[in-house]
C-alpha cells in the first residue's frame, strides 16, 4: 500500500531492500502459503528486508508477494488519522468479520507499491481486527480504524492474491492499468533515488 512521502531516517543495520513486484507478475495473483517455521534467522530477515523495501517505496504496508515470497506474511508502518504510529508485522493473518453495527464502508483513494501510479477509490470498512502470529509464533491481534484498518485489509488481501484493482470496475481497472504504464518509470527512478539517498 502507498501513503504520501515522508521524511526517512538512514539505513537500519542488516536490512537489504529487495524489488517490488509489479501487477501481472503470478506470485501476486494466487493465495501465498502460511508460515509454518517460525523463530528462524530466516524469517527475521525476510521482515527487516521488507520494512527497508516498504520505506524505500515510501509504503505504508507491504506484503511478502510483493517481494517475491511465497508467504502470508506481511509489516506495516503508518500514521493513522489521528497522528499515532504503527508499526508492525504479522504472519498467516485472518482479517475478522467486524458486525455491522461497530463499522461503515468509506471510500477513500487508495495505491499500491505494486501498482506504481494511480490511485483509485475503493470502499472499506473503518474498522479492521486481523488475528495471526509475530516471527517468533506468539499469537496477534491487531486492530485498526480508519487509514490503518484500510492498510490491514488492503494487505491481507494481497496475501489471498488480490489487488485493489481486483475491486474495481473493468473499465476503471483498464484506467488504472494505463496511467501505471505512464508513470511507472518515474515512480522506479523515485525509488533508486530514496534508496541511493539511505544507501541502500
Known sequence: MRRTPRVLPGRP????????TVVGEEILHRRCREVTRFG???????VDDMFATNQVAEGA??????????????????????????????ANPVLEEVPAGRRQ?????????????PYRVV?????????????NGEPL?????GYFARCLQHETDHLHGRLYLDRLAQRERKAALREMAEAKDEK???RAAVAAQLGK
Open 141 to 145: 491481534v491487531i486492530e485498526g480504524r
Open 61 to 90: 504496508g507491504l506484503a511478502a508477494n510483493q517481494v517475491d515470497v511465497d508467504l502470508q506474511l506481511f509489516v506495516w508502518d503508518i500514521t493513522d488519522d489521528w497522528g499515532v504510529r504503527h508499526v508492525g508485522h504479522i
Open 13 to 20: 543495520p542488516g536490512r537489504a531492500r529487495r524489488r517490488i
Open 123 to 135: 470502499a472499506r470498512p473503518d474498522h479492521a481486527v486481523v488475528r495471526g502470529r509475530d516471527t
Open 188 to 190: 522506479f527512478a523515485r
Open 40 to 46: 528462524t534467522p530466516e524469517l527475521s530477515r525476510l
Open 105 to 117: 464502508l468509506v471510500e477513500e483513494p487508495e495505491g499500491c507499491l505494486s501498482v506504481p501510479g
